[in-house]
């Protein structure tokens, strides 16, 4: 596959993809996005790929996003899919996969990733993204920070969701793995953050999958091992549902500040550090609304090679 370590923001041509191999009298039509650019970036560690599809008539699929995921090279956490605006005022329509290639709500990692994207293309200095959980606003603070508004938090048991009534989200027992009771919000995707005084002693990998499933969370679980270090700083290492273990999660951060807050824990605004990189979260006391600080980094700019879809009939 080759790469180029740049942008390339020229759009693809509608249907510029779609070619014919013929061997003989066999025909055999590529996959509608063999050939396409596939931007390659991380937030604060995230892995990310931004798959521009505005034009292509074109809606990318479960299955497409697990081979993307499998190709060599290609390996993410989420991958960013933009389509059409469907408002006035929008850049972009974003629906987010994760690696086994069902969808996620949220991603802010991925949402700055994008805005970088965009604002290379416009030189806007705010990036407007309409997704399934509503819109995204976005503003550049400097060459590759930028600063996405994720909305305000929901604690509800309903809207988080859970699969029944519990007396507090905020302090939800699930007895597994000596682990203290959980602090469960939703930033458009469901969290179960776990504060505890040494994260390291838990073993994530294990716990991860076991609680992403469990049968309190119908939709499945980010789960979250928080530790305090002061009122303004907390680490957090982070199993995404649908992804694994990753070295950052946005949402789980914003998730981490709000459950911190309620218990008495951090500030409205602090620095959390994950694996990859920090991101400086701020739940504003107004409005309610919670916005994310973070890094993006460009890896590189592919052509999909037509051979990750050679196992399937095109579309």
């Known amino acids: 596959m080759a790469t180029r370590a740049h942008f390339s923001y020229i759009p693809t041509k509608?249907?510029?993809?779609?070619?014919s191999l013929r061997t003989g009298k066999l025909t055999e039509t590529l996959h509608r996005l063999a050939g396409r650019d596939i931007v390659k970036m991380n937030g604060a560690g995230n892995e990310i790929l931004?798959?521009?599809l505005r034009g292509a008539n074109y809606a990318l699929t479960p299955s497409d996003a697990r081979a993307l995921a499998a190709a060599p090279g290609l390996g993410y956490d989420q991958l960013m899919a933009l389509g059409d605006p469907q408002e006035p005022g929008e850049d972009a329509f974003m629906t987010i996969y994760n690696r086994d290639g069902s969808l996620s709500a949220s991603c802010g990692n991925g949402t700055r990733c994008v805005a970088h994207y965009l604002a290379e293309q416009t030189g806007a200095a705010t990036v407007r993204l309409a997704t399934s959980a509503g819109r995204l606003v976005v503003r550049?603070?400097?060459p590759l920070s930028f600063t996405v508004d994720m909305g305000r938090p929901r604690l509800d048991w309903r809207e988080i969701p859970l699969a029944h009534a519990v007396a507090d989200t905020g302090a939800v027992d699930l007895g597994l793995f000596g682990l203290p009771p959980a602090s469960c919000v939703s930033m458009g995707n469901p969290h179960a953050i776990f504060f505890v005084a040494e994260a390291e002693k838990f073993d994530l990998a294990t716990i991860g999958p076991v609680i992403e499933h469990h049968p309190l969370f119908p939709e499945r679980v980010n789960v979250s091992l928080a530790q305090v270090r002061s009122i303004d700083h907390a680490r957090l290492k982070v199993w995404e549902?649908?992804?694994?273990?990753?070295?950052?999660c946005g949402t789980a951060a914003c998730a981490t500040l709000v459950a911190g807050v309620r218990a008495g824990l951090l500030r409205r605004r602090a620095k959390i550090s994950l694996p990859g990189g920090d991101l400086v979260i701020h739940w504003r006391e107004g409005d309610n609304r919670v916005e994310m600080t973070?890094?993006?980094?460009?890896?590189?700019?592919?052509q999909i090679d037509p051979a990750i879809f050679s196992d399937r009939a095109a579309p």
């Open 14 to 19: 509608r249907d510029m993809n779609v070619k």
């Open 50 to 52: 931004v798959l521009d």
């Open 140 to 142: 550049r603070d400097g």
């Open 241 to 248: 549902r649908g992804a694994g273990q990753t070295l950052a």
């Open 294 to 302: 973070g890094p993006v980094e460009l890896e590189f700019v592919a």
